[in-house]
C-alpha cells in the first residue's frame, strides 16, 4: 500500500504540474481537456489534489501499519529460533531426559535395596555380640563376687597365719598334721 500511495502521490503532482502550465495559457484538464469556465476552477483542481497529497493521515496510517507490520515480522522471525529449539527439546532432549530419570530411578532403587542389606548385616554383626555380652553379664558378676570372696578369705587366712605364728606352713606339712594327730591319738589309745 505504501508503494500504491507514493506512485500516487508522484502522479498527482505531474498531474498537479502539468495543470499549472496549461492553466496559465489555455486553462483546461490535461487528461480530458475539459475546458475550465473560470480560471477558479482550475486552482481549485490544484488545491484538492494537493490536499490529497499532502493530507498525511492516511500516508501516516499506512506508516504505522507498515511498522506494526513490519514489527510483527521480525517477532516472527526472532520465534523461529524459539521453535526450533521447542522442537529440539521435544524430540531430542525430553526423551533423553525420561530415559535417565527412568535409569537414575533404577540405580536408586538397586541403592535402597543394597542399603536395606547392609543395614541388616551390620544389625546382625552388632546385635549378636550384644546378645551374646548380655549373656556373659550375668557370668562376670558372679566372677566378680567370687574373686572378691577369694580376696576376702586370702586376708582372713593371712590374718590367721599371722595369729598362729611366722611359720608357714607347707600344703603338704598340714596334710600330714592330720596324719600325724592321727597316729598319735593311735598311739594315745594303745597306751
Sequence with gaps: EKGNIVGMEK?????????RSILKNDPCCPLCYRKFEKQTEGEQLIRDIE????????????????????ERFEKC???????????????????????????????????KNKQTSIEQELNDEICLPLEQCEQIKTDIIMLNK????????????????????????????VKETPNLQFTSFKFFDKL
Design 51 to 70: 490536499l490529497q497529497i499532502k493530507g498525511p493521515e492516511y500516508r501516516r496510517k499506512i506508516d504505522r501499519d507498515l511498522a506494526l507490520l513490519q
Design 11 to 19: 502522479t498527482y503532482q505531474k498531474f498537479v504540474n502539468q495543470v
Design 146 to 173: 567370687y574373686i572378691n570372696e577369694r580376696k576376702e578369705f586370702e586376708t582372713k587366712i593371712n590374718v590367721c597365719q599371722q595369729k598362729l605364728g611366722n611359720e608357714m606352713f607347707i600344703f603338704d606339712q
Design 77 to 111: 522471525l526472532n520465534l523461529k529460533p524459539i521453535h526450533s529449539q521447542l522442537q529440539d527439546l521435544e524430540e531430542k532432549d525430553i526423551p533423553a531426559s525420561k530415559t535417565q530419570m527412568k535409569q537414575l530411578d533404577k540405580e536408586i532403587n538397586q541403592l
